[in-house]
């Protein structure tokens, strides 16, 4: 067993910038904050590809507790990075419902090929026709995002050289779970950011009707 994977089996366990270059057509951006960036989540939304990103960034996108990523982007992240997929399997068949608002801090496999972070928020016990209702995905989307926040901040200050680099994020909920993004967004933007802590997230879409 590797030691990236042995890593990434005990943050499993764990329970509660400049931008980078891009074409001058894919620079389409806005942020979006709160009227104090200071101190609370800054998303700064574009439009490129999530996945061409810097070695060590943190790619967050929501799931479901049943250890499936078989549609939407999340069947996207599957190909992309088939060994995170199998330590989130292994944390939900652990673990099942009760990760709903909680959330998974998966550290590259690198020796598989896989370069970035993946971060798995817990927003539905379920997907598909059996997905939690849209109030209850935007009630464990707040919890779930400040729980993977502190595990970057724990990883960062235990992991010297192994940082993340910056937090790329597809318009999470807004897929295959039917939550209008602008709820989903005001969620993210309430969430306060702590002392070192991350204070800006890119909301990558692929166009702009993502």
Not at 42 to 68: M, Q, W, Y
Not at 140 to 145: E, L, Q, S
Not at 159 to 165: D, F, L, N, R
Request: charged letters at 20%; a neutral charge.
């Amino acid at each position: 067993m590797s030691a990236s994977f042995r890593l990434s089996q005990e943050v499993s366990k764990s329970q509660p910038d400049p931008s980078s270059s891009n074409s001058p057509g894919q620079q389409q951006q806005h942020a979006s904050s709160s009227t104090d960036s200071t101190s609370s989540i800054t998303l700064v939304e574009s439009i490129n590809d999530i996945f061409n990103a810097p070695p060590n960034t943190l790619i967050i996108h929501a799931c479901n507790t049943k250890g499936s990523w078989g549609g939407g982007i999340a069947k996207a992240f599957k190909g992309k990075y088939p060994a995170a997929f199998e330590v989130y399997k292994t944390h939900c068949q652990r673990n099942g419902g009760e990760l709903v608002g909680q959330a998974l801090l998966i550290p590259p496999h690198k020796e598989a090929g896989e370069e970035h972070f993946v971060g798995c928020l817990f927003t539905s016990v379920s997907k598909g026709r059996e997905a939690d209702s849209p109030a209850k995905i935007l009630s464990a989307t707040g919890p779930a995002m400040r729980h993977l926040l502190r595990q970057v901040q724990e990883h960062n200050t235990t992991h010297p050289g192994e940082e993340v680099s910056e937090v790329r994020m597809c318009k999470i909920n807004s897929g295959l779970f039917k939550v209008p993004w602008e709820k989903t967004k005001d969620v993210l933007q309430a969430i306060p950011t702590e002392p070192d802590g991350i204070r800006q997230i890119k909301v990558i879409s692929r166009s702009e009707d993502d």
